[in-house]
């Protein structure tokens, strides 16, 4: 009985089995069983090859499915061979990324989008994570975005910068995300990698890091930037975008001569029509700060104001419609008004007379919409935008003029506030204030809001914006935001009591 459990006795039997069965064979007839010993085993290779699931050539023709089915658009098929492939292997990334393209492709954006994010949230699937980021988040204003979609993108954006680390695009979208939630120790240092061959973007840095208070960091990077601009524009002279951005990095560094120097000869140099007339418009920007920077002097004394005034003049030179001059231009002749000194009375007179008539119009309806004289600032601010028709300065003041005669003026004032910010490249927040209070007006809250939002970096115009998107965000269903924006009113309001005279 215990034979039959030893595996030697098993062995011995087994042997002598297979070799009774071979003396058992009638081999001398063997050959007449070729063939259907051949046909067996052809049979067993098809079975084979038919029943694997991975064999090349299957999967080679199933590739060429897929890929003739891309190419010729038809989805559906694709699809279907996709899905057929998923049979066989569900936990495949690859294979359920392009299952999402098809849905997509098919107009299913909602089922492709779930896809995805079950590609990100359980592979940490980086081309999925990117289809998000293009095709939900790229159109969208961060406003717009509830708490839960603005972590999903940081997250996205995390995952994109880990595994796309040399990516610019990735890390610049990734760094402006960080400076819009206030992680900007880490947006710096992106920046900083980014200036290594985007170098304006280490002015960027530097203004985050001025933003920080960490002012000799700003410098350092800011420098490090005006540098590299330096070099590239020794090898590239012709080129006016290294001269305006070596002229913004000089303006940051309030080397305000040397900035209004190197407009100048880029001014001489430019090669078309449009570069000077680009050029010029920068350089009366650049004379703007610089006065900016000289009236920020506790002490203004009558050479400083001959100073600004004779600035001014230049500005005028070389860029005769730009807003941000004729609003300078405007505020310095109503400030020196009550002023006797001979000199200022005369360079003021020929600000005000000598340059164009629109000019003078502009003042005089700048100083009645001061005085709330709203007639007489319509009249003479309407002349004026007949002199200068794409004068963005004068379109918005008239724009503010109309909306104070009342509500039945606010369409026109829209349309002329509109056409403001059009005419000028890079319009102030008080562009984009005065539109947005139009629009609030006129109850079309939504549209308001971005608007709004823009005029919170000016102090002076902050309160009453503020209050406005209160408004705006308790008429639109809101009141945890406009719970949030009538407190930053008062905050701001305070804030700015102390100079509200200045306004």
């Known amino acids: ?83 057929r492939q998923l049979n066989m292997n569900r936990q495949s990334p690859d294979l359920l990324y392009r299952l999402g393209l098809a849905r997509d492709s098919q107009e299913e954006r909602d089922e492709a989008t779930e896809i995805m994010r079950n590609l990100v949230r359980s592979y940490n699937h980086a081309p999925a994570a990117m289809w998000i ?61 980014l200036a290594e061959n985007q170098p304006m973007q280490g ?19 800011a420098e490090q930037t005006l540098s590299n601009l330096q070099k590239r524009a020794s090898e590239e002279p012709g080129d006016i975008r290294l001269s305006l951005a070596i002229a913004q ?47 920020k002097a506790p002490v203004e004394t009558q050479e400083d104001k001959l100073q600004v005034l004779k600035m001014l003049q230049v500005a005028l030179k070389f860029a005769p419609n730009n807003p941000r001059v004729l609003t300078l231009v405007a505020d310095q002749v109503l400030a020196t008004l009550d002023e006797n000194d001979e000199q200022l009375k005369k360079i003021r007179n020929a600000l005000v007379s000598g340059s164009s008539p629109g000019i003078a119009h502009f003042i005089r309806g700048t100083a009645a919409l001061m005085k709330d004289d709203v007639e007489r600032a319509t009249t003479s601010l309407e002349l004026a935008a007949k002199e200068l028709p794409r004068s963005g300065a004068i379109l918005n003041n008239l724009a503010v003029a109309l909306s104070m005669r009342g509500d039945e003026h606010l369409e026109r004032a829209l349309k002329i506030s509109e056409q403001a910010i ?80 200045s306004s």
């Not at 007839?29 to 085993?41: D, F, G, H, R």
């Not at 293009?134 to 940081?154: D, F, I, P, T």
């Not at 001569?257 to 920007?285: F, G, H, W």
């Open 1 to 83: 009985m215990m034979q039959y459990f030893n595996p030697l006795a098993w062995a011995r039997w087994i042997r002598q089995f297979v070799y009774a069965w071979l003396l058992s064979i009638p081999w001398q007839s063997a050959a007449k069983a070729s063939p259907a010993v051949a046909t067996l085993i052809v049979i067993l290779i098809v079975a084979s090859v038919a029943f694997s699931g991975f064999s090349s050539w299957r999967n080679s023709l199933i590739a060429a499915q897929t890929e003739t089915a891309w190419q010729n658009e038809d989805y559906a098929t694709a699809e279907l061979v996709i899905r």
């Open 133 to 193: 980021l293009r095709n939900v988040y790229s159109e969208l204003a961060w406003a717009k975005l509830s708490k839960a979609e603005r972590n999903e993108l940081g997250n996205l954006l995390s995952l994109l910068s880990r595994e796309a680390p040399k990516d610019p695009n990735i890390k610049r979208t990734y760094a402006d995300y960080l400076i819009t939630t206030g992680d900007e120790e880490m947006a710096i240092k992106l920046l900083s990698e």
């Open 422 to 501: 059009s005419t000028t490249p890079n319009a102030t927040p008080h562009f984009y204030e005065t539109r947005g209070q139009i629009l609030f007006r006129l109850k079309r809250y939504q549209d308001a809001i971005t608007d709004l939002e823009l005029a919170l970096s000016v102090p002076s115009l902050a309160p009453q914006a503020h209050l406005s998107l209160a408004v705006c965000y308790r008429e639109l269903g809101e009141p945890e935001l406009a719970k949030m924006h009538e407190e930053a009113a008062k905050t701001t309001a305070s804030a700015s009591e102390p100079t509200s005279e």
């Open 249 to 295: 990095n000089q303006i940051f560094l309030e080397k305000h001569p040397e900035s209004v120097r190197t407009l100048q000869t880029a001014i001489a140099n430019a090669k078309t029509p449009e570069e000077a007339d680009l050029l010029r418009m920068s350089m009366s920007d650049a004379i703007v700060v610089w006065i900016g920077s000289i009236e």
């Open 203 to 221: 002015l960027r840095a530097a203004a985050v890091a001025k933003r920080l208070g960490k002012n000799r960091q700003s410098v350092m990077l």
